[in-house]
Structure formats: structure tokens, C-alpha cells
């Protein structure tokens, strides 16, 4: 099985940066290796349904990203590390959510859906005050 832990979640001040990391475990599923899954981030708010916020491919050329966070937000992978990152910048109160990594083994785009992805992480809080 495929356990996917979060790092970096921190309480934070408008503006600011921060970086999340992603790191895969388990080796290997359905055949495939980290680097043969299409990877997202997704971020849930209180009170809020979960939501999309950025995916990456197998190698890391086609990535996307949700609306509020374009310009802002940068995905990358380290497949020699079995690793995923989400760079945040000029944080606002309201990207304030758990941040959730996921995997999808059977893809090499990342999907913007939630249910297209088989691993979950527990996630990791970001809290940003203003």
C-alpha cells in the first residue's frame, strides 16, 4: 500500500510564504512507482467542500492549477526523492485549509477531481492570519 505523509503546515501571517512537502511511501503499486503517479494537491476550509488547488504529471510538464491560486502557488516533484511540493506565496487568510496530498497511480495527468485519485495524505494545516 501506498501511505502518502504531508509536512510543513504552519500557523502564518498574510503575505507570507510557505512550503509543503509530500513524501510517498510504500514503493510501488498496480506496478507502477512514484514517479508513474500523477500527483495533486487539494485543501479543505472549514465549513468548505474540498477543492482542487494544483496537479503534476509523471515528469512534472503538465501541471495545472485552480484559479485561486494561479500566479501565486508552484507544484513540483523530486521523483529521486519520492517527493511532492506545493510552494505557496503571498499567502491570504483565505488559502487558510488542510492541505491534502494525493496520488493517482493509474494516470499520468493529474485530474482536478477528487475521486480520480486512489492515495490520500492526512493532511497538513495552513493557517493564515491577516
Known amino acids: 500500500q501506498v501511505r502518502l505523509v504531508e509536512s510543513g503546515g504552519r500557523l502564518v501571517q498574510a503575505g507570507e510564504s510557505l512550503k509543503l512537502s509530500c513524501t510517498a511511501y510504500?514503493?510501488?503499486?498496480?506496478?507502477?512507482?512514484?514517479?508513474?503517479?500523477?500527483m495533486a494537491w487539494f485543501r479543505q476550509a472549514p465549513g468548505k467542500e474540498r477543492q482542487f488547488v494544483a496537479s503534476i504529471s509523471w515528469l512534472g510538464g503538465g501541471i495545472s492549477y485552480a484559479d485561486s491560486v494561479l500566479g501565486r502557488f508552484s507544484i513540483s516533484r523530486d521523483n529521486d526523492k519520492n517527493t511532492l511540493y506545493l510552494q505557496m506565496n503571498s499567502l491570504k487568510p483565505d488559502d487558510t485549509a488542510i492541505y491534502y496530498c494525493?496520488?493517482?497511480?493509474?494516470?499520468?495527468?493529474?485530474?482536478?477531481?477528487?475521486?480520480?485519485?486512489?492515495?490520500w495524505g492526512q493532511g497538513t494545516q495552513v493557517s493564515v492570519s491577516s
Open positions: 494525493a496520488a493517482d497511480p493509474n494516470s499520468e495527468i493529474g485530474s482536478r477531481k477528487e475521486v480520480a485519485y486512489d492515495y
Open positions: 510504500g514503493a510501488t503499486t498496480h506496478g507502477n512507482t512514484f514517479r508513474n503517479f500523477a
